[in-house]
């Protein structure tokens, strides 16, 4: 029996006392306390004094840090590099479906040169017939271009825009602000406010969508709606909605940069435009046929 106790005494916890002789939990961790917390002669958490080298003392490191670099550093990297780019979105052959109206040469094409957040935009597009008299007709915008959120772009500028028939030639100057940028669902828009140099109102808006079939194959059903805010008797144009244009092509990216595609044009007149060219025995409604390449560099 006295070898069984003093078994048991030497196996029990020790407990220590303090100078009063009372038991201490000094030298053991409380509950809920882990070891290197009670350890008292741990050394203590590093502070938030900024580290200094050898030497120096703190505001000359800040001094340092404010200086500029020495002249054997490598040039910084340019936050606002010049970039430079084309577009031909359109360059096609339009086959006509009626027999009194002739085929054309369609194109539209923009580029811009610029940073990232200011850059000179411009545009152009047009049409020409060949068969009989040449009749041609192109709009030129010259704008300067200015990002305002991540996708959007406001343009301010002028517009030149020229037709010509055989023994006809008609131009105007007008001033422009545009607004183009991708819509959510990666919807491409382009309007753009147009004032002549007689103080007539027109706008035109664009809108476009890239639905991929495969990586490179890509239909693109693409809509344009002209609207003119009074009538422009010399222009032809009756106020309110005057054209719709509705494409659909299917383009083959041989590389990103170069596709052909084939496809689908209806256009037709509306509103007072539409009977203006009824009056005069015209077409208002027509139907293309279309080949052509869009190309980029």
């Known amino acids: 029996m006295i070898v069984l106790a003093v078994l048991l005494v030497s196996a029990a916890p020790v407990r220590a006392q303090d100078e009063t002789g009372m038991p201490t939990t000094k030298g053991r961790p ?3 306390e882990s070891a290197a917390q009670h350890d008292q002669s741990a050394p203590p958490a590093p502070g938030i004094e ?7 003392t703190l505001e000359e490191v800040f001094g340092l840090a404010e200086s500029p670099p020495p002249s054997d550093f490598p040039e910084v990297l340019s936050d606002d590099k010049l970039y430079v780019f084309t577009l ?12 009194d109206t002739s085929d054309r040469l369609g194109w539209e094409v923009q580029g811009w040169i610029g940073g990232d957040f200011n850059k000179f935009w411009w545009k152009n597009e047009g049409e020409g017939v060949f068969e009989g008299s040449d009749e041609w007709e192109m709009e030129t915008d010259l704008l300067y271009s200015r990002l305002i959120t991540p996708f959007w772009n406001v343009q301010i500028g002028a517009q030149y825009a020229s037709e010509w ?10 001033g422009a602000i545009a607004l183009q940028g991708l819509a959510p669902y990666a919807f491409e828009l382009d309007q753009s406010l147009y004032i002549s140099e007689d103080g007539d109102f027109t706008l035109e808006i664009e809108a476009e969508y890239d639905l991929r079939i495969t990586q490179r194959l890509v239909l693109q059903p693409r809509a344009e709606i002209g609207i003119a805010f009074q009538d422009v008797p010399e222009r032809d144009l009756g ?14 990216e041989i590389k990103r940069e170069f596709a052909p595609y084939v496809g689908v044009r209806s256009q037709f007149l509306v509103g007072e435009t539409d009977n203006i ?11 293309f046929f279309m080949a052509g390449v869009r190309f980029a560099f």
Do not use: I
Request: without cysteine; proline residues 4%.
């Open 88 to 99: 031909f979105e359109q360059l096609e052959y339009r086959v006509a479906t009626d027999e």
């Open 165 to 174: 028939h055989e023994d006809d030639y008609e131009d105007r100057w007008s």
């Open 277 to 287: 060219a009824e009056a005069r025995g015209e077409d208002s409604e027509q139907l």
């Open 239 to 252: 106020a309110g909605m005057t054209e719709v244009k509705l494409d659909l092509r299917l383009r083959y």
């Open 30 to 32: 409380t509950h809920g």
């Open 50 to 56: 900024p580290a200094v080298p050898e030497g120096m």
